[in-house]
């Protein structure tokens, strides 16, 4: 059975290692930027925008967050392994938090809110996790889930010595720059996208700070319209104006692989369905 005490201790190593993981990968990038020449610091930044945006975005965020869409056995593998690599812990632990962001957002109880833990030091460190015990268990009860978060540690193992086969340089562009960039926009959508900046307009009022962000849209391919996914957390199109300043090309890409017609409502997450 899983009660809080329980979903607390299997969420709590994981979090220290990511933590450290992440860590690791900033010293290593710092120590080593002087050995990429321009070009392959690019394909190791690209790289890393489109792992956002697959793992991140499309999947830990849009379909185990908030069931926008629907896939099957190998969608869900595509999403979780994608989602893997951006080192931000698994898609049990991050749907599981994620959901309590809304329904406590800009509130002491919003588990990343900027404005009551510190911008600086919401950027700088992750909070220890508190959880939406329904979504929690929605996502556990997937057995792929349950792989991709038990064994997440030796998946990037595997990973790396995959591209350290190659040589140390690979493990640079395609594991150690990526995690870097995927950890940066992470906080680009937790941190800016809450408080008042040049970039930031709220077009919408929702009762909490989000803001659209302007100037994002090559990095977070649709993802910077927060407060527009914050109107409706149920929308998988946030071009809610219709027109090219609200373009959602991660709207486009779920439509290309996956089937938006079939999508679950997030409704039934907060209330503990699937």
């Given amino acids: 059975m899983l009660t809080k005490i329980r979903i607390r201790r299997v969420l709590s190593s994981s979090h220290f290692g990511v933590r450290n993981a992440q860590v690791f990968a900033h010293l290593l990038f710092v120590v080593t930027l002087g050995t990429m020449s321009l070009g392959e610091l690019g394909v190791g930044l690209v790289f890393g925008v ?59 109880s919003d588990p990343h809110n900027p404005n009551s833990i510190g911008k600086l030091r919401l950027w700088l460190w992750t909070p220890e996790m508190r959880v939406h015990v329904p979504t929690f268990k929605r996502l556990f009860a997937c057995r792929i889930n349950r792989f991709f978060h038990n064994y997440y540690f030796l998946i990037h193992a595997a990973y790396v010595l995959i591209l350290a086969a190659l040589s140390w340089k690979v493990v640079l ?31 919408h009022a929702t009762g ?45 890409i779920i439509r290309l692989l996956f089937d938006v017609e079939s999508r679950l409502q997030v409704r039934s997450v907060l209330t503990g369905g699937h």
Avoid at 50 to 76: D, E, M, T
Avoid at 90 to 105: D, E, K, M, N, Q
């Fill in 50 to 108: 489109v792992l956002f945006n697959l793992g991140h975005s499309i999947g830990a965020h849009r379909f185990f967050s908030h069931c926008q869409f629907s896939a099957g056995p190998i969608g869900r593998i595509f999403l979780n392994l994608a989602f893997t690599l951006n080192m931000w812990g698994s898609a049990i632990g991050y749907g599981a938090v994620h959901i309590l962001h809304h329904i406590h957002s800009d509130t002491s």
């Fill in 173 to 203: 562009l395609f594991w150690c720059i990526p995690i870097v960039v995927c950890y940066h926009l992470g906080k680009v959508q937790t941190v800016l996208a809450h408080v008042k900046s040049p970039f930031g307009r709220q077009t």
């Fill in 208 to 252: 909490d700070t989000s803001q659209n962000l302007i100037g994002f849209k090559l990095l977070l391919w649709g993802d910077e319209l927060h407060n527009n996914h914050h109107l409706d957390t149920s929308a998988v199109n946030l071009n809610f104006a219709s027109n090219l300043l609200e373009f959602d090309p991660n709207y486009w």
